[in-house]
């Protein structure tokens, strides 16, 4: 395999590095075009168009909307035919995640000014949740916990999950985590067709008030040609992984944790900053001798070459300045005292600390969300949580004398903007 060496002291790293990050996460023109073609039939025709293209595009044969909906005893079916070990971890893994998710609940709030004015936030949650899961061979369990688990703590009403089915192709797993988080519908459905029928609605499946839940470039597309219609949670890119290491963690490790994104995809990213010269020539060493028992060989080799790297930076503090330049999805610290080194992080959408916390962990059971900014938008973004399920209302309540008082500084300010239908009402509160 060839990996991208780079080092920062060098005249072209900051080129070199913007070319090994620069990733085009907006469609071509066919994508385009074609994601906006099922939009617009779905909004137009319904389940016609649903059942069409769920035909077409999924081998999955339906003759009425109703079939493309699952009972809730199928997967509660699901969950009982899978072995216990499968149970149990996903079980294990609800619990933490949900135990995490209730730490973040916001929680509504005011105060009473001195005048008897009364401002504050109420805090609702969103009504109904559409759960995007990828389904067939490409199945993520996990994804329905980190996607569901959230949106249930914040209190939404109902949660409709769409899963793609090719050719008939069902993960039980995915089934049976959608009974652990309680989904209310799940629908045999998924690309652009899945995120229409949750925006616009159809004759059998309800129009939701946001999408979240991650899929491909005609799931991304249409997420974000839908959006104002609907919210969504965000367009993830590629998933990408940084390791900082000063050179003491098992070289294997740090490989294998490398891999463990580098495997999603050929355009996943994979990084590793070092100031130790020798430990990047160890880490390349085991990269070369372990992709070997991997089954994703290929993927890992075609990611790595193309898009990974092993840079060597001058310390750690500069491994800092180029993490924070990167704002990676994932940001592993290997390193003593990975806790005080991370209060240097300011742009990572997750952060793992000290040599024994595989980034792997946070994908599954650690408890935070997985679902993370991607491709540099953590310089603006955050995790998925229950916050992204939860909105807020201003609460303001004058008294007589807070409106007279208030309605003198509104009057002159709207005055001022030649505003004076605005004027004359504060002013009809003025005493």
Same mark, same amino acid.
């Given at each position: 395999m060839k990996i991208n060496r780079l080092d920062s002291r060098d005249s072209k790293f900051q080129a070199d590095l913007d070319k090994i990050l620069a990733w085009e996460s907006v469609s071509d023109d066919a994508v385009f075009n074609t994601v906006n073609e099922i939009l617009l039939a779905v909004k137009n025709d319904g389940d016609l168009a649903l059942l069409d293209y769920s035909r077409r595009l999924d081998g999955h044969e339906a003759n009425t909307g109703a079939d493309l909906e699952l009972p809730s005893s199928r997967l509660q079916q699901a969950y009982e035919e899978i072995s216990v070990a499968q149970q149990s971890a996903l079980e294990q893994a609800a619990e933490r995640i949900r135990g995490y998710a209730e730490h973040q609940k916001l929680e509504s709030w005011e105060y009473v000014e001195a005048d008897g004015t009364l401002l504050g936030q109420q805090i609702n949650s969103l009504d109904r949740v559409g759960l995007y899961v990828p389904g067939g061979k490409a199945a993520y369990p996990s994804s329905v916990? &980190?996607?569901? %688990?959230? +949106?249930? $703590?914040?209190?939404?009403?109902?949660? %409709? &999950?769409?899963?793609?089915?090719?050719?008939?192709?069902?993960?039980?797993?995915?089934? +049976?985590?959608?009974?652990?988080?309680? $989904? =209310?519908?799940?629908?045999? !459905?998924?690309?652009?067709?899945?995120?229409?029928?949750?925006?616009?609605?159809?004759?059998?499946?309800?129009? $939701? =008030?946001?999408?979240?839940?991650?899929?491909? %470039?005609?799931?991304?597309?249409? #997420?974000?040609? $839908?959006?104002?219609?609907?919210?969504? @949670? &965000?367009?993830?890119?590629?998933?990408?992984?940084?390791?900082?290491? @000063?050179? #003491?963690?098992?070289?294997?490790?740090?490989?294998?944790?490398?891999?463990?994104? +580098?495997?999603?995809?050929? @355009?996943?990213?994979? !990084?590793?900053?070092?100031?130790?010269?020798?430990?990047? =020539?160890?880490?390349a060493q085991s990269i070369e001798r372990l992709i070997e028992e991997m089954p994703r060989k290929q993927i890992i080799d075609e990611s790595m070459s193309a898009r990974g790297a092993l840079i060597r930076v001058a310390d750690l503090d500069d491994a800092v300045e180029v993490a924070n330049y990167i704002a990676p999805?994932?940001?592993?610290?290997?390193?003593?005292?990975?806790?005080?080194?991370?209060?240097?992080?300011?742009?990572?959408?997750?952060?793992?600390?000290?040599?024994?916390?595989?980034? +792997?962990?946070?994908?599954?059971?650690?408890?935070?969300?997985?679902?993370?900014?991607?491709?540099r938008t953590a310089r603006f973004s955050s995790p998925l949580g229950v916050y992204d399920f939860q909105k807020r209302s201003s609460l303001i309540g004058c008294s007589a004398d807070g409106a007279s008082e208030l309605g003198k500084i509104a009057s002159t300010l709207a005055r001022g903007e030649g505003l004076v239908a605005h004027a004359r009402s504060a002013e009809n509160r003025i005493k």
């Open positions: 916990l &980190m996607n569901a %688990i959230p +949106a249930a $703590v914040a209190g939404v009403r109902e949660l %409709i &999950m769409v899963v793609p089915t090719p050719q008939g192709v069902i993960n039980e797993m995915v089934l +049976a985590a959608a009974h652990i988080c309680g $989904v =209310d519908r799940v629908f045999t !459905i998924g690309g652009a067709q899945a995120v229409a029928a949750l925006a616009y609605g159809t004759e059998t499946v309800p129009a $939701v =008030d946001k999408i979240v839940g991650p899929g491909n %470039i005609y799931v991304a597309t249409a #997420k974000r040609m $839908v959006f104002g219609t609907v919210g969504i @949670d &965000m367009i993830a890119g590629p998933s990408e992984i940084l390791v900082i290491c @000063d050179g #003491k963690t098992d070289p294997d490790w740090i490989a294998m944790d490398l891999f463990s994104q +580098a495997e999603h995809d050929e @355009d996943a990213q994979a !990084i590793l900053l070092s100031p130790d010269a020798d430990f990047l =020539d160890r880490v999805e994932h940001l592993e610290l290997s390193v003593e005292n990975a806790q005080q080194l991370a209060k240097s992080i300011r742009h990572a959408g997750a952060i793992f600390l000290g040599r024994y916390t595989a980034e +792997a962990l946070g994908d599954y059971c650690a408890g935070p969300n997985h679902v993370l900014p991607t491709s």
